[in-house]
């Protein structure tokens, strides 16, 4: 099975400062908020077969000027891990100061007034951007780790892959039940980390905000079920696609 990404930007709105302020202000709506016909709440999906279904609320800052930038520092790898793979690399957005600040801001411009209590990076790409958002917003950070990475109790939530499974670990007592949580990732694929992180958090009773990512893959639906498709009605904040 072969899949083929490349990074772009999404759809652009019209350069005229309205239109910018508007695709702006939409970007740092808060969650659950009532999204077009593009992507978000209420809006639905062609699937195989010609059904449509409800869609996830997936919001994407596709207005803001600054994500123009961190698409263009995301470096694509052909073939790897494996030949037919194009492969996301956001080494390259490290890289660069100013697209790396800009990823942190337009999150913690988000979240900063959400009442987020705790900020759930997964295990590896999380670790990177988690932090500096649970800094900047007044948040702990939780890191989730694979299995046999944490030295005390834990609790552990198993999930899919294309073969096999695998799962997510949690310290116990890390995250209680009155916490307002934000699952930090690089990307998302095929949803299924990111549906045991969601998982892991509310078997202690925390309240997942909504899952924030770099990076979308959405041609994993032709494959796999999507990742926004096993996130149910959890809420998703994406910057920018992959074709």
Partial sequence: MLLRFQTRLLPSSSSSSSSLAAAAAAASAPPFAPRGPTGGAGSSARVPGGRRRRGTAVAMASGD?????????????????????MFQDITTLLLDPKAFRDTIDLFVERYKDQGITVVAGVEARGFIFGPPIALAIGA???????????????????????????????HVGAVE?????????????????????????????????????????PELKVYFASGRDKLGDRPVFVLVKAD
């Fill in 140 to 170: 702990k950070f939780v890191p989730l780790r694979k299995p046999k990475k944490l030295p005390g109790e834990v609790i552990s939530e198993e999930y899919s892959l294309e073969y096999g499974t695998d799962k997510i670990e949690m």
């Fill in 177 to 217: 039940a009155s916490d307002r949580a934000l699952v930090v990732d690089d990307l998302i694929a095929t949803g299924g980390t990111l549906c045991a992180a969601v998982k892991l958090l509310e078997r202690v009773g925390a309240k997942v905000v909504e899952c924030a990512c770099v990076i979308e893959l």
């Fill in 65 to 85: 000027a600054r994500v123009a930038g961190i698409a263009s520092s995301i470096r694509v790898i052909p073939d790897f891990p494996k030949p037919g793979i």
